[in-house]
């Protein structure tokens, strides 16, 4: 059964870098895969950070991130990574990556989504 583990994650300053990735396993191999990553913080619901489809090459952002994230294969298929550049206080939180099959175009929807990863924490100090 494909599953998604996540991996990465941790503690930044404000605009310092971290790269969150992900992997796909146990299921057809990533190519046939949209993937995105969602946060959320306590109290509010997960929101759309950055998503592709499974050519990589439709890469959607959220305003919030666009020019400062960036979202791509992490060595093979079978993967996704965001690298996280100039962080804010305001990217903290639990970082998800998901995958959809048949991922021809890219998708922004929590819904649309069949797998999820555990979630991976971010934190942004001063």
């Known amino acids: 059964q494909a599953q998604v583990v996540e991996s990465g994650g941790g503690l930044a300053q404000v605009g310092g870098s971290l790269k969150l990735t992900c992997a796909v396993s146990?299921?057809?191999?990533?190519?046939?895969?949209?993937m995105g990553w969602f946060r959320q913080v306590p109290g509010k619901e997960r929101e759309f950070v950055a998503a592709?489809?499974?050519?990589?090459?439709?890469?959607e952002y959220a305003d919030s991130v666009k020019g400062r994230f960036t979202i791509g294969r992490n060595n093979g298929r079978n993967t996704a990574a965001l690298q996280m550049n100039n962080l804010k206080f305001e990217d903290a939180g639990v970082y998800y990556c998901?995958?959809?099959?048949?991922?021809?175009?890219?998708?922004?929807?929590?819904?649309?989504?069949?797998?999820w990863g555990q979630g991976t924490q971010v934190a942004v100090s001063a």
């Open positions: 998901a995958a959809r099959s048949r991922g021809i175009v890219t998708f922004r929807e929590a819904d649309d989504y069949e797998l």
């Open positions: 146990g299921g057809p191999e990533i190519t046939t895969y949209a």
């Open positions: 592709m489809s499974w050519s990589a090459n439709s890469p």
